[in-house]
């Protein structure tokens, strides 16, 4: 929410097509500009200084058709904006003129490189493939802060992908400019001797909260990179460069346990990024003993569900180019793909030792090492897409010669094959594990895991609606005590009394997947509809991200989109979702209702609200009992609220609110979260986010338990629950290649559990109180406290070489009882706790050649 939001998640509900000149009025019909322009040679190299008084700049031919997009389509602008497009054999070059007779009202904010500021833009995107699908995008503000980005999937963006390139700005009397200079070795294209690019130029007018483009971007048409326009004329492009080198050096200071003492160890390593053009369109990227102690810490959760937590990846090497790897499960018509679940979650690759707490083990390092990985990517001329990926960690050893994560290689590879322009595409993907488990870890870790799938798009002529689907295959192999703990786990519950599948004799387990989704992707009315069904063996958490195997899902989604200006708001979005989930046996077990309204004002406060009413029907739960039988459950209502304030100031306030009832009121739950984003003199930015939230669950699981008499009793307790948090933010550039960062969450978790009962034996039963019995036995309850922080220097000191300086602190403890102090006392403790300090100096040099 700090500050603005990633380009496409704008753009992608709004990409549009046809045009209007500037002198347009709003009421018109929108003309047809053309949709290409002419590049022309330059003879000399513009000099790139955001001075357009090069040779090269009185010759261009200027582009002025820019269009409003955003908030409506179609609308003249409210200031002339110009463009113009040059090149050489090595670069492309590109001149923007943002035309405003009131230079000192230009919205700038000076921050680091990546950061999204709420501030006047230049958006450059260019399709060097033309394969309409794929991209690439240069932003920069007034101040000069760059961003770039990665484009896939015809409107999905990767803002890891970091290129080396070069742009000047400069307020003057007539507005701003903007001169780019984009090496040609950034960027993929073919052999041919004449190139045509995919081109767009975007420019977001803040103080008016407008955005203008060439050619118009449509809101109401489905995709992005397939509206671009053209850049012709590229004649005799040089081969790129084949070879992009950043070796580095890193020294840590680091905390550590041995012998029960606290202690530092100091090291110095040395390892390197490498880029490799196999050929014009076909790139190899790898790193060699990575370190990515400068990305920002996790933030801190308590996880009391049965399934692990989710966490994003911030690893530059695995983040950039994941969009080519990318293959969702679980993506529902209604959840968006926010569950995470995917057969390549690379957090896998290099996770924290397996086995430390099956042995454990206090000294183990926080990360497994990876001594290597390298991908592959690219786009052949017939429209095949490629991705392949190898990764391989070290063997992890703990105190006395345990072994706590075995050497492993993780592999992927990804193919997809585009057909009748991009609009339709048949592809697969392959993952692979396999690890060289020893006597350690041959009993807990698979020895192998292999995931096949196949997929396909067609979107039908006239691009309204669109059909795709999947199946996927995996394949588990191991010891027999391996299989056995696989199948019991949450994503599976073999053990489950009616599911009985569990079998202590397995070394396998094999499962499938498959998904079919339609849908209408363009207009004011869309709609998706989408079935998935997943078998009791699917597992794919070797290397992905799978929460739940066993279950077929059906889901709708329809919502009206106004995108134009009106008398009270800008934008306006009603949602409305349906969705069903049963087990592969047919047991309901979820049915529910959702609405939502999103609304931006004109003064461009925006208001989301919304609420969900679940388990309409008789609804079973398929986890609650840990393995046990499923219970019954009640229906429950989930309203929420969110106010969003108007960015362009100095303050910005944000607002949510949610809030649940359910088990006929017996659980609850209120959460609460502002924030406040500050700006302060065009260049210090900060936000501030608090959260609490209080919940009281009356029959929070608390797993199964086996009596002296080999009985299983499956436990549930009322459990009151309390927790606290506060994520801060910092940064202070001192130019837009130098900045400091500050990142702090101070995070309390605190419940105590009450009145603990097990399952009777009618958990079915449509009574609430006739589905548990009371078990003689005391609970206590928890208290979590946990700080994260780090703050990092970060300086381009030349272009793609980089020097950070990280210090990253972590302190944590938990309690058997929620104790009797307040959230005050709480944060006292938890500051007066040793503190674990690690210290980083990371230092790259970039070289091409």
């Not at 018109?28 to 949709?35: C, E, F, G, I, T």
């Not at 369109?281 to 990515?292: M, Q, R, V, W």
């Not at 569990?502 to 070394?507: A, G, I, K, L, Y």
């Not at 969110?642 to 910005?652: A, E, F, L, T």
Request: charged letters at 20%.
């Amino acid at each position: 929410m700090l500050f603005g939001l990633p380009l496409l998640a704008a753009v992608t509900l709004a990409s549009q097509s046809p045009d209007a000149s500037p002198t347009q009025r709003r009421g018109d019909p929108p003309a047809l500009p053309a949709k290409s322009v002419t590049a022309t040679h330059s003879a000399q190299p513009p000099i790139i200084d955001g001075r357009d008084d090069d040779a090269v700049w009185r010759q261009a031919t200027p582009i002025t058709e820019f269009q409003e997009w955003r908030p409506s389509e179609g609308g003249a602008p409210k200031l002339p904006t110009e463009a113009k497009v040059a090149y050489d054999a090595g670069n492309l070059y590109v001149f923007v003129r943002a035309f405003d007779p009131h230079p000192d009202s230009i919205i700038t904010v000076l921050a680091r490189r990546d950061y999204f500021t709420p501030s006047d833009m230049v958006w450059l995107f260019l399709d060097s493939y033309h394969d309409r699908r794929t991209g690439f995008e240069f932003g920069v503000n007034p101040s000069g802060v760059k961003l770039d980005a990665q484009i896939y999937n015809d409107g999905n963006e990767d803002f890891a992908w970091d290129a080396v390139w070069d742009v000047a700005t400069r307020i003057d009397s007539l507005g701003w400019t903007a001169e780019f200079r984009i090496p040609l070795s950034q960027l993929p294209y073919g052999r041919q001797r004449s190139h045509t690019f995919g081109f767009t130029v975007d420019r977001d007018l803040y103080r008016y909260s407008q955005r203008v483009s060439w050619p118009l971007f449509r809101q109401s048409q489905a995709g992005f990179v397939s509206q671009f326009g053209e850049i012709t004329g590229l004649d005799n492009l040089e081969a790129p460069r084949r070879l992009e080198a950043a070796p580095y050096l890193v020294t840590k200071n680091v905390s550590q346990i041995s012998a029960n003492t606290l202690g530092r160890t100091q090291d110095v390593t040395v390892g390197g990024d490498l880029k490799y053009l196999v050929a014009s369109n076909l790139k190899l990227d790898a790193t060699i003993n990575p370190d990515f102690g400068q990305v920002e810490a996790d933030p801190g959760v308590l996880n009391l569900s049965a399934f692990e937590t989710f966490f994003q990846e911030k690893r530059p090497f695995f983040v950039q180019g994941a969009g080519q790897f990318q293959w969702n499960v679980n993506c529902t018509a209604v959840n968006d793909c926010s569950t995470g679940e995917g057969l390549v979650y690379s957090r896998r690759i290099g996770r924290a030792p397996e086995l430390s707490g099956v042995y454990s083990d206090t000294t183990s390092p926080a990360f497994t090492t990876i001594l290597g990985a390298a991908k592959l990517t690219g786009r052949l001329p017939g429209g095949l897409t490629i991705g392949a990926l190898d990764a391989v960690t070290g063997h992890e050893v703990g105190a006395g010669g345990v072994t706590i994560e075995p050497a492993t290689n993780y592999g992927v590879v990804r193919l997809r094959q585009d057909l009748r322009g991009g609009e339709s595409s048949i592809g697969g993907v392959v993952t692979a594990v396999n690890r060289h488990d020893d006597s350690w870890s041959t009993p807990y870790l698979h020895s192998s895991a292999y995931v096949g799938a196949l997929d396909f798009r067609h979107r039908f002529p006239g691009g309204h609606y669109e059909l795709s689907g999947a199946v996927d295959w995996s394949r588990v192999a191991g010891s027999a005590q391996a299989i056995t703990q696989t199948q019991q786990e949450a994503t599976h519950y073999y053990q489950r009394p009616d599911a009985l599948r569990f079998d202590s004799t397995r070394t396998s387990l094999s499962g499938d997947d498959e998904m079919m989704q339609f849908g209408k992707v363009s207009g004011k009315l869309l709609f998706q509809t989408n079935v998935e069904r997943r078998s009791p063996g699917f597992e794919t958490n070797d290397l992905g991200y799978l929460r739940r195997a066993d279950q077929l899902a059906w889901s709708t989604w329809a919502g009206f989109f106004d995108r134009h200006t009106r008398k009270l708001y800008q934008r306006f979005q009603w949602n409305f979702n349906w969705w069903q989930y049963w087990t592969t046996n047919g047991l309901p077990e979820e049915r529910a209702f959702n609405t939502n309204t999103h609304t931006t004002f004109n003064n461009t406060w925006s208001l989301h609200f919304g609420g969900t009413i679940g388990q309409l029907g008789t609804t079973y739960c398929y986890d609650c009992a840990r393995g046990g039988p499923a219970v019954r459950q009640d229906s429950y209502i989930s309203p929420w609220l969110g106010i969003n304030g108007d960015d362009r100031k100095m303050i910005v306030p944000y607002l949510w609110f949610n809030w649940f009832r359910g088990n006929g009121g017996r659980s609850r739950s209120f959460s609460f979260s502002p924030e406040l984003d500050f700006k302060i003199a065009s260049r210090v930015t900060a936000a501030i986010s608090p959260s609490y939230s209080r919940s009281t669950n009356d029959v929070q699981p608390r797993g199964p338990r086996t009596d002296t008499l080999n009985v299983t009793h499956y436990l549930f307790a009322h459990l009151e629950q309390k927790q606290l948090g506060l994520t801060a933010r910092f940064t202070y550039p001192f130019n837009a290649n130098m900045s400091l960062q500050v990142y702090a969450q101070p995070f309390i978790s605190k419940g105590t559990f009450s009145n603990v009962r097990e399952l009777s034996a009618s958990p079915r039963a449509k009574d609430y109180a006739s589905r548990y019995q009371p078990y003689p036995i005391s609970i206590g309850g928890f208290n979590f406290k946990q700080f994260r922080s780090n703050v990092v220097f970060r300086w381009e000191y030349r272009p793609g070489s980089t020097l950070f300086v990280v210090w990253s602190q972590g302190r944590q403890r938990s309690a058997g009882a929620e104790g009797t102090q307040s959230f005050s006392g709480d944060l006292s403790d938890l500051f007066n706790l040793q503190p674990n300090n690690s210290f980083l100096v990371k230092l790259s040099y970039w070289i091409n050649r």
